[in-house]
Nanobody, 119 residues
Framework: QVQVAESGGGLVQPGGSLRISCKAS????????MSWYRQAPGKERELVAS???????DYADSVKGRFTISRDNAKNTVDLQMNSLKPEDTAVYYC?????????????WGQGTQVTVSS
C-alpha cells in the first residue's frame, strides 16, 4: 500500500512564497498521477495541481502562473512551489496519489498540511 505524507506548511504573508512537499512510501514512477488538492474552511476540496507520470502538469486557473508542481520519481516526492501567495490560498493542502502499483489500485490521501496566508 502506497502512503503519502505532506510537510512544509506554515504561515506566510501575502505576496510571499512557500514550498510544500509530499513524500511517498513506495516508488512513484508507476503511479499515474500525483496531485495536490486543497480545502478551505466551509468549502469543498479542490484540485490545485497534478503531475502525470509522463511529465504533464496541470493547474487550477486560480494558481496558474503562481504555483509550480514538481515530481521527482527518483526521490518519490512531489513538491508544490507557491509564489505570490494570496489570503484566498489559505487552506489545508493534501497530497493525492492515483494509479496502479504492482497491480494494486492506488487512491491515497495524505493527512494534509496547513497553509495560512495572512499579514
Amino acid at each position: 500500500q502506497v502512503q503519502v505524507a505532506e510537510s512544509g506548511g506554515g504561515l506566510v504573508q501575502p505576496g510571499g512564497s512557500l514550498r510544500i512537499s509530499c513524500k511517498a512510501s513506495k516508488h512513484i514512477a508507476t503511479i499515474a498521477v500525483m496531485s495536490w488538492y486543497r480545502q478551505a474552511p466551509g468549502k469543498e476540496r479542490e484540485l490545485v495541481a497534478s503531475a502525470a507520470r509522463g511529465g504533464t502538469a496541470d493547474y487550477a486557473d486560480s494558481v496558474k502562473g503562481r504555483f509550480t508542481i514538481s515530481r521527482d520519481n527518483a526521490k518519490n516526492t512531489v513538491d508544490l512551489q507557491m509564489n505570490s501567495l494570496k489570503p484566498e490560498d489559505t487552506a489545508v493542502y493534501y497530497c493525492h496519489a492515483r494509479g496502479i502499483y504492482f497491480g494494486a489500485d492506488v487512491d491515497t490521501w495524505g493527512q494534509g498540511t496547513q497553509v495560512t496566508v495572512s499579514s
